[in-house]
C-alpha cells in the first residue's frame, strides 16, 4: 500500500519561499506520477504541479496560476517529491496535498494515493 506524508507546510509572509515535501512510502516513487495539488474550504482541489518519470528524465506540469514561481522535482534516493515555492502570495493559503497514481492527468480524481495534507499559510 503506497503511504504519502506531507511536510513543510507553515506560516510566511508574502514574498516568502516555503519548501513542501512527500516522502513516499510502500512504492518506487519513479513508478507514479506525483502530484500537489491545494484546496481552500469550499472550493474544490485545485492541481497546483505533477511530475512522471520518462525513461530516464523527468516531465513536469503545472497550474496556469503558477507563473514559474514553483519547482517540483524528485529525490529518487530520499523517494521523496518536493515542492519548491517561491515568490508566495497570500492567494497560495490553502492546504496543499500530494498525491500519486498510475495515470497522468491535472484533475485530482485521477490520482488514486493522497497525503493528510499540510496547511501553507502566506501573510500580506
Known amino acids: 500500500q503506497v503511504q504519502l506524508v506531507e511536510s513543510g507546510g507553515g506560516l510566511v509572509q508574502a514574498g516568502d519561499s516555503l519548501s513542501l515535501s512527500c516522502a513516499v512510502s510502500g512504492g518506487n516513487v519513479s513508478n507514479y506520477v506525483v502530484g500537489w495539488f491545494r484546496q481552500v474550504p469550499g472550493e474544490e482541489r485545485e492541481f497546483v504541479a505533477r511530475?512522471?518519470?520518462?525513461?530516464?528524465?523527468?516531465?513536469?506540469y503545472y497550474g496556469d496560476f503558477v507563473g514559474g514561481r514553483f519547482i517540483i522535482s524528485t529525490d529518487r534516493a530520499k523517494n521523496t517529491v518536493f515542492l519548491q515555492m517561491n515568490s508566495l502570495e497570500p492567494e497560495d493559503t490553502a492546504v496543499y496535498y500530494c498525491a500519486a497514481g498510475m495515470a497522468s492527468g491535472s484533475s485530482w480524481t485521477t490520482y488514486e494515493y493522497w497525503g493528510q495534507g499540510t496547511q501553507v499559510t502566506v501573510s500580506s
Open positions: 511530475i512522471r518519470r520518462v525513461v530516464t528524465s523527468y516531465l513536469t
